[in-house]
């Protein structure tokens, strides 16, 4: 976007394209996974999900450091899912 501005020819690129292309497979994906198992259950394990993928992420591509206290509170995030989750 900075090299092409917000101009038709950005919206048109091979990676824009893509990202849409990737975007909407994962969309149908998920609505598809949502409507085959029980709510309750999948939405606390795509929490549980995002909070270890988010951190994975942070400290492989943005480098950021993982310390003691942020690995103990995504642990203690995800265990307070499981506990909402369970019946």
């Keep these: 976007m900075r090299q092409l501005g917000f101009h038709t020819e950005a919206f048109l690129s091979w990676w824009f394209l893509g990202y849409l292309s990737v975007r ?5 994906g998920q609505l598809w996974v949502l409507s085959q198992v ?3 259950r999948s939405m606390a394990f ?3 999900a ?3 993928l988010s951190t994975v ?3 492989v591509v ?3 450091g993982l ?3 942020t690995a103990v509170g995504v642990v203690l995030a995800i265990l307070a899912l499981v506990v909402l989750s369970t019946e």
């Design 62 to 64: 943005l480098r950021e």
């Design 67 to 69: 310390t003691v206290k």
């Design 50 to 52: 995002s909070l270890v």
């Design 24 to 28: 909407t497979v994962a969309t149908f």
């Design 57 to 59: 992420l942070s400290v």
């Design 38 to 40: 029980v709510l309750s």
């Design 46 to 48: 795509f929490s549980a």
